[in-house]
């Protein structure tokens, strides 16, 4: 064909073929070509251009978006609106199919930063919007699980060069690591003292809590990693925490409606056992405390939140102990702060056989295939399976646990794959996932450098730009 001599006439027929939905053309040319083609002015993959050929009349894409791909493709409507529409929308869907099929890719960005799903989103497509969704959590799931494969060595000449291949095998192993990282977001508000004897901090021992970073600081990237973000310099007000000098936002204040309402699920009634992974500013563990615990633990690893938790009360004392004493924590209102990273400081609750009524996860700078390690080794060993709380009158409920849902929110089309991801992964690990929709205030995106709390003043990246929280409430399977 004339397009093996010419790739770039062989990607712009693809994305013609794309935007008019010409199945038996784009089959032919897809033999040839990449279903991965790009406009080099505006951005547009396949995936786009077959997508923006149903827009609406109204629809606001430019005359630079729309030229040479979409032409006599004004419609003027959505999903099934008309018999019209019925019938270009299933042509648009076969299209999107046999893109997929063939490796298109389901995040790709165009020049006005949108992957095809946000364009049918934006263009309210429901249903190629969700066909996108689906996309994408094919893709992530496949690549959770190839992450979980290592190589196999073919065994030859294993014993010749040992030191040699070994070296080689670790170098190798290290420029493999190119994970990306989907943070789960903590939260945020002035740490109010709480109104209780003092509670003890407990230093982990083989993972004591890292030093404050000297002077200066080490160079930043908008990307953190646990361990730099430990040794991060932190910006914290009454509103908000930055990582410096990166101005990247850890918590912020808006949070607090959504971690009220996890509360009131995790805890219906006192007396429950609960432990916190992340305090942050402290907002789930004051809303913990207002529901007056008989138990109440808290992992905290950064050096500075935990010199913040010792100067607004949440600590007094150091016991330099090497796990919390059997039964610690256990009197009513108790409160017991463990310095040191989760994948320490769990494995030595489980040696105690602590358990617990209620778990909340809430961590910053740690990918999914942690938050994932989190879930599958640990909760259920942590869980305590038993009903709780009966003898308290207040409706017998059963142990459940949750984490802050910020699973790709900078995104909605992400946010709706990860949701559906880590429901899938839960459920795999053993537990039914409820989960309820809560309506998030619009977040400014100027303001003040320090701002208040509602907006994204002096923040380096919002990292929430959904309309819904999806608060996710999981119990074991029955």
């Known amino acids: 064909m004339a397009t093996d001599q010419n790739p770039e006439l062989g990607a712009q027929m693809i994305l ?10 784009l089959r032919t040319l897809l033999r040839h070509g990449s279903a991965n083609a790009q406009d080099p002015e505006t951005g547009f993959t396949p995936l786009h251009a077959a997508i923006a050929a149903c827009r609406p009349d109204d629809d606001e894409l430019t005359a630079t978006q729309t030229a040479g791909h979409i032409k006599n493709k004004t419609k003027g409507y959505t999903d099934g609106e008309t018999p019209q529409a019925e019938e270009e929308l299933e042509a648009a869907t076969k299209t999107v199919k046999l893109l997929l099929q063939n490796g298109a890719i389901w995040n790709d960005l165009d020049k006005n930063d949108e992957t095809p799903g946000c364009l049918a989103q934006r263009l309210r497509l429901n249903e190629l919007y969700e066909i996108m969704v689906d996309a994408g959590v094919r893709a992530e799931l496949l690549l959770n699980r190839l992450d979980e494969y290592e190589p196999l060595d073919d ?8 030191d040699d291949e070994t070296e080689g095998k670790d170098e190798e192993a290290m420029e493999s690591v190119t994970e990306t990282t989907l943070e789960q977001q903590p939260h945020s508000t002035t740490s109010t003292s709480p109104s209780h004897d003092p509670s003890t901090i407990i230093p982990t021992p083989h993972d004591p809590a890292p030093p404050p970073p000297p002077p200066p600081p080490p160079p930043m990237t908008t990307t953190l990693d646990a361990q730099t973000f430990l040794t991060t310099p932190l910006t914290i007000t009454p509103t908000r925490i930055l990582s410096t000098p990166s101005s990247a936002a850890v918590m912020m204040s ?4 959504l971690m009220a309402q996890t509360a009131d699920l995790l805890l219906p009634h006192r007396g429950l056992r609960v432990l916190n992974i992340g305090h942050g500013m402290g907002i789930i563990d004051r809303l913990f405390q207002d529901k007056k615990p008989s138990a109440h633990h808290i992992i905290e690893a950064h050096p500075e939140v935990l010199a913040r938790m010792k100067e607004t009360g949440w600590t007094t004392t150091t016991t330099a102990v090497e796990a919390p004493p059997t039964g610690g924590g256990r009197s009513e209102g108790s409160i017991t702060v463990h310095a040191g990273r989760w994948q320490t400081v769990l494995p030595l609750l489980i040696s105690q056989n602590l358990t617990f009524d209620a778990i909340y996860f809430d961590t910053f700078a740690e990918d999914y295939k942690a938050f994932k390690h989190f879930f599958t080794e640990y909760v259920i060993a942590l869980l305590d399976p038993a009903t709780a709380g009966d003898d308290d009158g207040g409706g017998g409920s059963s142990s459940r646990w949750s984490f802050f849902h910020g699973l790709g929110a900078d995104r909605q089309v992400c946010y709706d ?17 409820q989960w309820l929709d809560v309506e998030v205030e619009p977040l400014e995106r100027g303001g003040e450098e320090e701002g208040d709390g509602s907006g994204w003043g002096g923040v380096e990246r919002p990292y929430w730009v959904c309309e819904r929280y999806r608060l996710p409430i999981c119990k074991f399977l029955d």
């Not at 839960?426 to 039914?432: I, M």
């Open 155 to 162: 065994g030859e000449e294993e014993e010749e060069d040992d």
């Open 254 to 257: 808006w949070e607090t409606p």
């Open 417 to 433: 794959v990860y949701t559906k991801v880590v429901e899938m992964d839960l459920f795999d690990a053993g537990f039914e996932t």
């Open 16 to 25: 013609l073929a794309s935007s008019q939905h010409d199945l038996p053309n």
